[in-house]
C-alpha cells in the first residue's frame, strides 16, 4: 500500500494555490496503482498454481471415504479442514462431513512399501477407507505421485479413491503409531479447527504389523464397542477373490 502524503510550503510553478504538488501526488497515485496492478497479478498466478495442484490430487488421490459405512450404508464425503496446515499448504478443494461410522485403516508412508500396499488393496476389497495424515513434502501433487509409484501406474480411479488426507481423525484418536485400525459405532464429531479437542465417537482398535484380515477379525471377535461394524468390513473383505 502506497502512502500519500504532501507538505505545505510557499507556491511554486507546477503546484496549486494551496500549497500541494499536484503533479507530484498524481504521479504517486500512478505508481500505486502499477503496484496495486503487479500484486494483484502475483496473487492470480498463485492462486492458479494451487487450482493446479488441487485438480490433480482430484484426478488421482480423490479424497472420499468410498462405501465403508455401516450396515445401513450411508456413504458422506471426508472432511479435508485445513488439511494439514503443518505442510504449508492450503487446499482448494475443501469438502466437509462428519464422516459415516465403520472402520478406518491409519497408513504412512513411514511404513514398508509392501505392507503399505497390500492394506491399501485390502482396504478397497473391504470398503474401508485407508487415512495419511497429511501430504508428501507438503505438495498435493507429489502425494498422488507418489501413491501411483505405489500401486502402479495403471492404478484404477476407484482404488485411489479409498485414500482419505483427514489429518482431524489421527488427532480425534490420537493415532501415534502406524498401522493402526480402528472400528468406530457413530461418525466423527463435527470439529472444525486444527485445535480441535472433540472426543472420539465409541470405538475399538488395534494396532501393529499385521495384514488387514486380522485386524478385522480381532475387532469382529473381540471388540465390545464397534464389533458390528468390523464384522460388515470382514464380511466384505472375505467376499472379495
Not at 6 to 13: G, H, I, N, R, T
Not at 33 to 53: K, L, N, T
Not at 149 to 154: I, N, T, V
Request: charged fraction near 20%; hydrophobic fraction near 45%; aromatic fraction near 4%.
Amino acid at each position: 500500500m502506497a502512502i500519500l502524503c504532501a507538505s505545505l510550503m510557499s507556491v511554486a510553478p507546477g503546484q496549486a494555490q494551496d500549497g500541494i504538488d499536484r503533479k507530484a501526488i498524481e504521479e504517486a497515485v500512478r505508481n500505486a496503482e502499477a503496484e496495486a496492478a503487479a500484486f494483484a497479478a502475483e496473487v492470480a498466478a498463485r492462486a492458479e498454481a494451487y487450482a493446479e495442484e488441487a485438480r490433480a490430487l482430484t484426478e488421482t488421490v480423490h479424497g472420499r471415504w468410498g462405501e465403508a459405512a455401516a450396515p445401513s450404508d450411508t456413504t458422506e464425503p471426508v472432511d479435508l479442514d485445513a488439511m494439514v496446515a503443518d505442510a504449508g499448504v492450503v487446499s482448494a478443494a475443501r469438502q466437509e462431513t462428519s464422516g459415516p461410522a465403520g472402520v478406518l485403516v491409519f497408513v504412512s508412508f513411514s511404513m514398508p512399501e509392501q505392507s503399505l500396499r497390500q492394506l491399501v488393496l485390502d482396504a478397497h476389497k473391504a470398503q474401508v477407507p485407508v487415512l495419511l495424515q497429511g501430504f508428501v513434502g507438503g505438495s498435493l501433487k507429489e502425494t498422488a505421485t507418489r501413491m501411483r509409484a505405489l500401486l502402479g501406474a495403471d492404478t484404477g480411479q476407484d482404488l485411489l479413491g479409498g485414500v482419505v488426507i483427514d489429518p482431524r481423525a489421527f488427532r480425534i484418536f490420537r493415532v501415534t503409531e502406524v498401522p493402526a485400525f480402528i472400528a468406530t459405532r457413530a461418525p466423527l464429531p463435527d470439529c472444525d479447527g486444527l485445535d480441535c479437542d472433540a472426543p472420539p465417537p465409541p470405538h475399538d482398535r488395534i494396532a501393529g504389523n499385521m495384514s488387514l484380515g486380522a485386524a478385522l477379525s480381532a475387532l469382529a471377535s473381540e471388540g465390545t464397542d464397534a464389533a458390528l461394524q468390523a464384522r460388515a468390513s470382514l464380511k466384505r473383505w472375505e467376499a472379495q477373490p
